[in-house]
């Protein structure tokens, strides 16, 4: 195993509030930004930017709630437009792209449940980005409003970079025919969309945050999404693993 650092990042120090991990090298490499679920930077979101740092990729996870000016999480998607979710993560997704360590062109961005379908506005509103990552986006059956005036199926046709998507047959936010729109909003943008559908899984089954959590779903497609990752974003991950287990 590569030597792996962590430590959480503050706006005095960094410019950005949150959490980094990354592998130990010499040279910029990939990088991945997670955009983290409804509970905000938890434990679990840490334990995972730190797996994919195992797997060769500075993970950074913005904390967008202290960004935004919130303590209490419950309220803030009630109050928070779409776009100033993505104004702030483009700040985490600066400082990411800024460091030493990491080649801008080679940073994906991945998103969980709230974080999956801000994200998809994200990347849609950053073609720099190499890759999105989505775990069971958020995305409901709704019409526009103040606070989300555009579909997440209009933003994913824009999303032009390799995508994909990991859905549950019993998801209780995003049901089969929503999937089933915004896969086909995706294939609008680009053909290079993989989308994986697990039928008896619910909504948030990868975060042992949630009450729908399924280890043995969540170490499934752990190795779907550091393939998905390693094939987009070149192979210098895979080589960092190969020489630390050398």
Not at 54 to 61: D, I
Not at 191 to 213: I, K, Q, R, S, T
């Amino acid at each position: 195993m590569s030597k792996i650092i962590t430590r959480a990042l503050t706006q005095e120090q960094d410019g950005v509030p949150g959490f980094i991990a990354s592998p130990e090298r010499s040279a910029p490499g990939p990088a991945l930004l997670i955009v983290h679920h409804h509970y905000g930077v938890t434990g679990h979101i840490k334990h995972m930017a730190c797996e994919f740092a195992e797997a060769g990729y500075t993970t950074m996870v913005p904390a967008l709630y202290d960004m935004l000016g919130f303590s209490d999480f419950h309220d803030v998607q009630k109050k928070t437009t779409d776009g100033r979710f993505v104004e702030v993560i483009g700040r985490g997704w600066q400082y990411l792209c800024g460091r030493d360590d990491v080649d801008e062109k080679r940073v994906a961005v991945m998103g969980l449940c709230m974080g999956g379908r801000i994200g998809i506005h994200f990347v849609a509103a950053t073609p720099q980005t190499a890759a999105f990552l989505g775990y069971y986006p958020s995305v409901r059956e709704e019409g526009p409003s103040e606070l989300r005036p555009r579909h997440p199926n209009e933003a994913a046709r824009e999303i032009h970079c390799s995508s994909m998507i990991l859905f549950g047959g019993n998801d209780r936010v995003a049901p089969v025919p929503v999937q089933e729109k915004l896969r086909a909003a995706f294939l609008e943008g680009t053909a290079d969309v993989e989308w994986h559908f697990f039928p008896p899984a619910g909504h948030g089954f990868a975060l042992a945050d949630g009450d729908a959590y399924d280890p043995a779903l969540a170490r499934l497609t752990w190795p779907l999404s550091v393939n998905f990752l390693d094939r987009v974003l070149g192979s210098e991950a895979v080589a960092t693993r190969m020489r630390s287990v050398a």
